[in-house]
């Protein structure tokens, strides 16, 4: 039976809840940690979740990244959720990621993949919502960019988005963003979060011109932009430090509560790559953010878009 609480330690509860209190928010971000907004999964045991047709072990590379692999760098940085991208290979088969936000209740949210040319997108959308899923990939992939963002099972997409309360998540280029811009100007109401900066940068270049054709997307209520994928961009070698005037041109025009940071793993931890020097770039080596700008793109703007 325990014993009863003294004065003393009452006093001492409440000398570190304030102390906590007054704590800057990402030094106390949350009691699960921080959240990374963009990561993959997947397993070998592609007898119980079969590849889409077109791809074939040879392309997963690594050949395993598994929840409990992803754990690794996870918990060692701090980050507590996650937000799980549906992985190419499965395509319109979004069980693996499903059963992985089952298997760890409360850990993962996920963003999936349906069919716009199936009769009824909208409501696969919804099905999946019920689900947990709170975000639906599009990508134009070799579709000539009008005929993708003007389909007609793209414009149900985006209306029952908007309806539900789900995410568009565009993978796109920088050369789609008026695209973009124009089905945020159709769909008000849609909550738009853009992967890796629209990918400016994945050439060494980051471009004047295309970092202002990103940032007239901020006024669009709804738009959010992932600064992520940091291996990926610029000089694609950590600290990552010449993409900090990227991060600050997105704060000035969305402000820090619709970016959101991610890592974009496993590639993030592919040779030359750390979890931990994505992370840090946010964390200390941008001394444009205050510890509340930091604490929202860490955590805030991915547990509101993503676990709200």
């Not at 009863?4 to 949350?30: C, G, Q």
């Not at 040879?58 to 754990?71: I, R, V």
């Not at 993708?148 to 789900?166: F, N, Q, T």
């Not at 008000?188 to 890796?196: F, G, N």
Request: hydrophobic share 45%; aromatic share 8%; glycine share 8%.
């Amino acid at each position: 039976m325990p014993s009863r609480p003294t004065r003393r330690d009452f006093l001492l509860t409440a000398a570190s809840a304030a102390a906590m209190s007054a704590l800057p928010r990402s030094a106390s971000a949350a009691v699960d940690g921080d959240i990374d907004a963009h990561v993959h999964v997947w397993t070998p045991d592609v007898a119980k979740y079969p590849l889409a047709s077109g791809f074939d072990v040879s392309q997963m590379k690594p050949a395993s990244f598994t929840p409990e692999e992803l754990f690794v760098h996870t918990k060692a940085n701090g980050v507590g959720r996650i937000v799980l991208i549906q992985m190419s290979y499965y395509r319109f088969d979004n069980r693996y990621m499903l059963d992985t936000m089952d298997r760890f209740p409360g850990v993962f949210s996920g963003v999936a993949i349906v069919d716009e040319s199936a009769a009824d997108p909208a409501g696969a959308m919804r099905e999946l919502a019920a689900k947990g899923v709170r975000g639906f990939r599009i990508n134009p992939g070799g579709t000539p960019l009008d005929a993708w963002i003007g389909s007609p099972g793209m414009a149900k997409m985006w209306g029952a988005a908007a309806d539900e309360g789900l995410a568009i998540c565009p993978l796109i280029g920088p050369e789609a963003l008026p695209a973009i811009g124009k089905m945020c100007e159709r769909f008000p109401k849609t909550r738009v979060v853009i992967d890796h900066f629209a990918r400016i940068g994945a050439d060494g270049v980051i471009r004047d011109e295309q970092l202002e054709s990103l940032a007239r997307l901020a006024d669009h209520a709804h738009v959010h932009v992932k600064t992520s994928a940091f291996y990926a961009l610029g000089k694609k070698q950590p600290p990552y430090t010449d993409l900090a005037p990227m991060i600050r041109r997105m704060r000035d025009a969305f402000g820090a509560d619709r970016l959101l940071w991610a890592s974009d793993c496993p590639y993030q931890v592919g040779p030359g790559h750390e979890y931990a020097a994505a992370i840090r770039l946010v964390r200390e080596g941008l001394d444009f953010l205050s510890d509340q700008e930091k604490a929202a793109i860490l955590h805030d703007t991915a547990e509101r878009v993503f676990f709200g």
